[in-house]
């Protein structure tokens, strides 16, 4: 038996894993040996879909394209099982924290029935009314190669939802090691397959989707021995007698909806962005805003591992009522990702060139390789301070607050980037430069505003630090 600090109850530890032992020591170490394996995972996975895209190029235009209608509904299964995730994963911390095994364990079961039931809700009509739905999004002649590729990823839809919510998991008991091993297998398995299935095979397109769903079907069964086989995780799955408790789903949902409806909100601001490009500027434009908005994913991939550490352990600290601890971990993360950002940066500044090279070898778009460049030797100067409004964001997820990270996201990202982008390309006349600004400014700005946002609610949360431990321990 092992004894929390916070509220002196008593949790089992008869099975106290490694990652379990990460979440109970230091926090700031916590930070660095769960936040270190998913930043190298999400590089390796953000690599990869340009490597995807890549192969597919070959193929010709029409193929980009039709995968290109296909990924809107492909993000789409990614967010809601990553919102899914991130609720799950939050609750279950938070009850670990707490020293609540056994409802920790009820929280992991209930995940993963929400997780068939959302298949069920999305990946299956996805499937069935493919074709309608590819006509209604103007796929016109591509829409036979959208086809053949979408109604593949979508038949797979249920792998998708099941590795995000089960990587989830491990990544809310600590063991981000195994999440990093299972993303990383997938993702050179997938780069390792598709030039065999598109080209050697020659399946063509289908092949790129067989090669994406294979690779998944290995990191689940990878994944599943590890869960149900192994029983070497500290959370149980007990799916015998189960009965939905609405008290849980609904703590899952207070972050998993918010968290799934922020990531759907950054791909609409795409959407938005290339709006005020065409206003400003012509088709060009968009082209070397999606180009660079691709290496802008890869330079602040490391925060969205840092991220998913901070969420981990402020969910623990906060099941555990340490929150004068909340603000010295998020402190000592940002710190970490300022470092690392301002490295990327640099690097980004002074390569830009060669960056802008690298995605512009066709002939077609060669005359945009300086436009490319321009793009990225300005946003490079956000980079460091979303360290600040991404960490803030993942704080906010760990502790429940799911709907404060889902305003805080959509004030930088759907009213504060497009504001100010329109302002210095529309009004200051800045035309295309003035979007890249309006880029900079908006996240800088986003930002800094959710780090104060933050701050305020951990100050608050250690105003009535007495009052929550002697509530824990029934003076109360």
Do not use: C
Not at 60 to 75: E, K, N, Y
Not at 313 to 337: D, P
């Amino acid at each position: 038996m092992n004894e929390n600090p916070a509220t002196g109850e008593s949790y089992k530890t008869d099975h106290v894993t490694s990652g379990m032992k990460t979440l109970t020591g230091d926090p700031k170490k916590a930070i660095l040996k769960l936040g270190m394996p998913m930043m190298l995972a999400m590089s390796v996975q953000t690599v990869y879909n340009l490597v995807d895209t890549f192969w597919v190029s070959g193929l010709g235009a029409d193929a980009l394209a039709a995968i290109g209608f296909v990924f809107p509904f492909f993000t789409s299964m990614i967010a809601l099982s990553t919102g899914l995730g991130l609720g799950g994963g939050s609750a279950i911390s938070r009850k670990l924290g707490a020293g609540d095994k056994k409802a920790a364990d009820n929280v992991a079961v209930h995940s993963m029935v929400l997780m068939l039931v959302l298949t069920l809700l999305v990946s299956v009509p996805l499937f069935i009314f493919a074709r309608p739905i590819f006509e209604a999004a103007g796929a016109g002649k591509t829409i036979d190669l959208s086809m053949d590729y979408g109604r593949i990823v979508f038949a797979g839809g249920i792998l998708i939802f099941f590795i995000n919510v089960a990587s989830a998991i491990l990544r809310s008991e600590g063991d981000a090691k195994r999440a990093m091993y299972a993303m990383i297998f997938g993702a050179v398995l997938n780069i390792a397959l598709d030039p065999l299935f598109i080209y050697t095979f020659g399946l063509g397109i289908k092949g790129a989707a067989w090669a994406t769903v294979l690779s998944l079907g290995i990191t689940a069964i990878m994944i599943s021995k590890w869960l149900f086989l192994n029983n070497d995780t500290y959370v149980s799955f007990k799916f015998r007698g189960f009965r939905p408790d609405m008290d849980i789903i609904k703590e899952i949902s207070k972050v998993g909806l918010p968290s799934a409806m922020q990531q759907l909100s950054m791909a609409f601001t795409m959407v938005i962005m290339n709006l005020v490009i065409i206003a400003v500027n012509n088709t060009d434009g968009v082209a070397v805003y999606a180009v660079g908005w691709r290496v802008v994913m890869i330079a602040i991939a490391p925060l969205v591992g840092i991220g998913t550490a901070v969420m981990t352990v402020s969910g623990f600290m906060y099941g555990g009522h340490e929150y004068k601890k909340l603000m010295s971990v998020l402190l000592y993360a940002i710190k970490v990702g300022v470092i690392i950002e301002t490295g990327i940066a640099i690097f980004t500044f002074f390569t830009a060139p060669y960056i802008a090279a690298a995605f512009t070898q066709a002939e077609s778009a060669a005359h945009i390789t300086e436009d490319i460049t321009a793009f990225l030797k300005i946003v490079f100067l956000f980079y460091p301070t979303t360290a600040m409004g991404l960490l803030s964001t993942s704080l906010f997820q760990g502790t429940g607050k799911g709907t404060s990270s889902l305003i805080a996201t959509i004030i930088r990202s759907l009213i504060l980037i497009p504001l100010f982008a329109f302002l210095f390309s529309y009004y200051l006349g800045m035309g295309l430069t003035g979007v890249w600004w309006g880029l900079v400014f908006g996240n800088v700005l986003g930002s800094l505003m959710n780090f104060g946002w933050v701050s305020i609610y951990v100050r608050k949360l250690q105003a009535h630090i007495p009052e929550k431990q002697a509530a824990a321990h029934g003076e109360f």
